[in-house]
């Protein structure tokens, strides 16, 4: 009996330690799950994944003249040291970066080294603001040492529930806080001439980032193009140039001879000749070593690959050559293939944003005048990229399908209009055909489950939503019936605006953080398409003036936003068409104040000549000049004018 007694007592304290183990392992599970939530409201950004997928593309053995240069060493070992990496376009800066973040991942294993990086994107110029960029700084740091992440809680606990979004100088502090945890942090910043500077946010970032070193040991290396402004911000930093080298080109081309014709892969000299003129052909632009190789596919003959290195001899064969190439190849193609890659090329190059390839296939499967999506002319993704000659791949890690190189996107800004003349207008009618669809007629979405099951079962809504007017801005003429269609239903209207100022920041009940009551002239305001409004009113004569002055749940007339927001033809308009000019409400008391908030001295000078009261007071009392002395870059011809 004493025997089955300990047997007892041993077998409860082993359920008990069991049980014990269970309890700690639920709550660390829930310790990580809520500081995965909270990283992923500081910042959605990520990019590891977009690492992952520049590094899957590196060719072995590339990239290692890069890791054994003296600066890079030297810059590894310097307490707040600085590397400026520039080079000319197509050099490999961004492999050479991804080269270089990897290097880093695996070489400090000490939990008190941190790592983060920004890829800078033309693509993504209107998310990637300073904010963001440090916030997803902080993100990585804290992914990588979790016991960092107090800082960002904290901002968590006062912004989260409030449906507010954290300050730049508050996002700063809590990174230098979480910095504060590491004794070493090592900042990568990629395509640093990608980053937007037409309001300062490049400049902004490197005065952070600077600031940053200030207070502990950041190592900064940064790549960019040869742009005078950003080399002048690292005048004192070392500098290693990023060109392609000899050994990597080679590299790189003998990888592909599988992909080449059957001439050169039975012939061994002939591959030989292939590298060596390709070699010489390249001068430091890795691109170019990928588009010759491409535009060798076609070939059949000795002589045609004979004849196509000749023309790539150094100084011969320009980058743009080398596109115009790639777009013949795609003009050569059976007419549906030929249709569908200018589709393609003209979708990726005119996006206001990097398009997923669910949101470019649904975009793609869009017909003017249905009413629903048809999911069987959905296109597949693989004939998306064979019928672009090379110019477009996928990101497997974002699943976001792009230009191969930005060099492609500046080749098209010079060649679209004449390329594609039509493709904003068939752009603008795809989104707003979308939005037009039968299953949005139910309006705005009343909970944020309902809203978030709305974004995922329809995957081109975010980018229609949010972008469909800058694009009408180029095709507003021949836009004018759709347009007006779409913006005379309310339900539509509704729908659009919930998905158009959704919150980064997704605390709870964010989807209902929107302007609601707003009409469809609030919408053509917010973009400035004063054609289309104009027809709008046209449409809807005899409500004119109802139309004009109704404003959404903040108070705001569609003239306030056209000021606020610096529209001058839209704010032209409307007070042609008797928008009461001192109509008080919305954020900023009234659309004077609005225009002086914004620092739009033009509209100013309107509103005041068509009678606007500079004298009035917003509903907290404030003058039109507190709104003037209290912008950082204020025009001073601004406060002169409305001291006069």
Not at 113 to 138: F, H, P, W
Not at 358 to 371: G, I, S, Y
Not at 580 to 587: D, K, L, S, T
Not at 619 to 629: M, W
Request: charged content about 25%; overall charge negative.
């Amino acid at each position: 009996i004493i025997i089955i007694i300990d047997q007892i007592e041993r077998l409860k304290n082993l359920v008990g330690i069991a049980l014990q183990s269970g309890v700690d392992q639920i709550r660390q599970d829930q310790a990580d799950e809520k500081r995965r939530k909270i990283v992923e409201w500081i910042s959605p950004t990520n990019y590891p994944a977009q690492q992952s997928d520049i590094i899957a593309r590196r060719q072995e053995g590339t990239g290692k003249w890069f890791l054994g240069a003296p600066e890079f060493a030297r810059w590894l070992g310097e307490p707040k040291g600085t590397l400026f990496c520039p080079g000319i376009p197509g050099a490999g800066k961004t492999m050479v970066a991804a080269i270089a973040i990897d290097h880093l991942l695996h070489s400090t294993q000490s939990s008190s080294i941190g790592v983060a990086y920004v890829y800078c994107n033309y693509k993504d110029r209107e998310e990637q603001d300073t904010s963001r960029m440090l916030a997803a700084i902080a993100k990585q740091l804290v992914q990588r040492q979790p016991p960092a992440a107090e800082p960002v809680e904290r901002l968590h606990k006062k912004h989260h529930d409030l449906g507010t979004k954290p300050t730049i100088e508050e996002i700063f502090s809590a990174l230098q806080k979480v910095i504060a945890k590491y004794s070493t942090v090592y900042l990568v910043i990629d395509a640093l001439d990608e980053c937007r500077d037409i309001d300062g946010t490049r400049s902004q970032l490197l005065t952070k980032l600077r600031g940053l070193q200030k207070g502990q040991d950041v190592r900064i290396m940064a790549t960019a193009r040869f742009i005078p402004e950003i080399e002048a911000e690292f005048q004192a930093a070392m500098k290693l140039e990023i060109r392609a080298s000899d050994d990597d080109v080679r590299c790189y081309v003998t990888s592909q001879m599988h992909r080449l014709p059957s001439c050169i892969r039975r012939k061994p000299a002939l591959q030989v000749m292939v590298q060596d003129e390709l070699v010489k052909a390249v001068d430091g632009m890795f691109l170019l070593a990928r588009l010759h190789t491409d535009s060798l596919l076609d070939k059949q003959t000795v002589r045609e690959v004979k004849s196509t290195l000749g023309r790539f001899l150094k100084g011969s064969a320009t980058i743009d050559d080398a596109y115009d190439e790639a777009i013949q190849r795609t003009n050569g193609q059976l007419d549906g293939n030929k249709k569908l890659a200018k589709k393609v090329l003209s979708w990726i190059t005119h996006a206001k944003r990097p398009l997923l390839t669910a949101e470019l296939c649904c975009a793609l499967a869009v017909e003017r005048d249905e009413t629903e999506l048809d999911p069987e002319g959905i296109p597949d993704v693989e004939d998306l990229l064979s019928v672009c000659a090379g110019l477009v791949v996928v990101d497997p890690e974002t699943a976001v399908i792009r230009l191969v190189h930005y060099t492609i996107q500046e080749y098209f800004e010079r060649i679209r209009d004449a390329w594609n003349p039509g493709a904003q207008l068939h752009v603008t009618s795809t989104c707003l055909t979308y939005l037009s669809f039968s299953i949005f007629k139910t309006g705005s979405c009343s909970s944020d489950e309902e809203f978030e099951e709305r974004l995922r079962e329809n995957q081109f809504l975010d980018y229609a939503a949010k972008h469909w007017g800058e694009h009408a801005l180029a095709a507003e003429d021949n836009i004018c019936e759709l347009a007006c269609s779409f913006l005379s239903c309310k339900e539509l209207v509704s729908c659009a605006m919930q998905v158009l100022l959704r919150s980064q920041y997704t605390g709870q009940g964010y989807s209902q953080i929107y302007r609601k009551d707003s009409t469809g002239l609030h919408l053509t305001a917010r973009f400035g398409l004063a054609i289309i409004s104009e027809a709008l009113l046209l449409n809807q004569v005899g409500e004119t003036g109802l139309i004009l002055e109704r404003r959404d749940n903040e108070g705001q007339t569609p003239l306030c936003l056209a000021a606020k927001l610096g529209h001058q033809g839209m704010v032209k308009l409307l007070l042609d068409k008797g928008a009461e000019v001192n109509a008080q409400g919305g954020e900023y008391g009234n659309a004077l104040q609005a225009a002086v908030a914004g620092n739009h001295t033009a509209i100013v000078e309107l509103l005041l000549n068509n009678g606007a009261d500079a004298s009035r007071h917003d509903s907290q009392g404030k003058c039109i000049l507190h709104y003037a002395t209290n912008s950082m870059d204020c025009d001073p011809s601004l406060i002169d004018l409305l001291l006069s």
